[in-house]
């Protein structure tokens, strides 16, 4: 049960990696399927083995919690991620792009880093949580020294952006329920706020003179004309 535990925990971390690698639906989509698919599999196997031992009630180590704490974080912040990977409770929210929200995640992230470290210096590491504590703060560490580079003021390229990650959505967003549906129509309703702050965060970028090639853009641009339709039921939404 120790050893289908630790792998179950261990494969529960690497899952959350999906999440900085798609930095907000900011990825090739093909890409993001296949790292999703890889880390499912590793979750499911770690899954398996923990299954399939005896069933002993094992109460979370302060680095299961910590884990789990950055998966919902990293959760709630991607929206758009979480109903990818099936997890449906933010099915009614789409990212918030606000600096003022970047701000506040990157103290959450902080706070993350000073619990592993102080986890680290109260000798809370037992066996299986070694490797992934020391993952874990390099994950933040990467993803904190990373802010410098101001990516959320570049936000649309030939490869990612709202251009592509929305119309996305409809592919595997749930219409199972009249709730799904519901979520649905509320996502759409966000989506003029949603281009709103990538806007604001564009033109701080061109203030700053932080802006994408041009050739970026121009191969941009088609992708986002292709949803300028004048009839509504030729809309992909």
């Known amino acids: 049960a120790q050893a289908g535990a630790e792998t179950y925990s261990a494969s529960a971390f690497v899952l959350s990696k999906c999440m900085h690698w798609s930095k907000g639906m900011k990825c090739n989509s093909a890409v993001s399927g296949l790292a999703t698919v890889v880390v499912l599999i590793l979750a499911l196997s770690g899954w398996s083995l923990f299954t399939g031992c005896a069933q002993v009630e094992k109460k979370k180590s302060p680095w299961d919690q910590l884990f789990d704490d950055y998966w ?76 410098k580079w101001h990516d959320e003021l570049m936000p649309i390229t030939q490869q990612s952006g709202s251009q592509i990650d929305f119309p996305e959505l409809v592919t595997y967003h749930p219409f199972k329920t009249a709730r799904d549906v519901e979520n649905y129509i509320v996502r759409l309703k966000q989506f003029g706020e949603y281009i709103r702050q990538h806007i604001i965060n564009m033109n701080m970028g061109i203030e700053l003179g932080l802006v994408p090639a041009r050739v970026t853009i121009e191969k941009a641009l088609p992708q986002v004309q292709a949803h300028i339709v004048a009839d509504p039921m030729k809309s992909i939404f």
Do not use: C, V
Not at 98 to 127: V, Y
């Open 72 to 147: 919902n974080f990293q959760m709630e912040r991607n929206p758009l991620g979480a109903t990818y990977l099936g997890d449906h409770r933010f099915d009614d929210r789409l990212p918030d792009l606000s600096l003022e929200s970047r701000e506040r995640q990157r103290q959450t992230l902080q706070t993350f880093l000073q619990r592993a470290i102080d986890l680290g210096k109260q000798g809370l590491i037992g066996r299986g949580d070694s490797l992934n504590a020391d993952l874990f703060a390099r994950e933040i560490k990467i993803e904190l020294d990373d802010w």
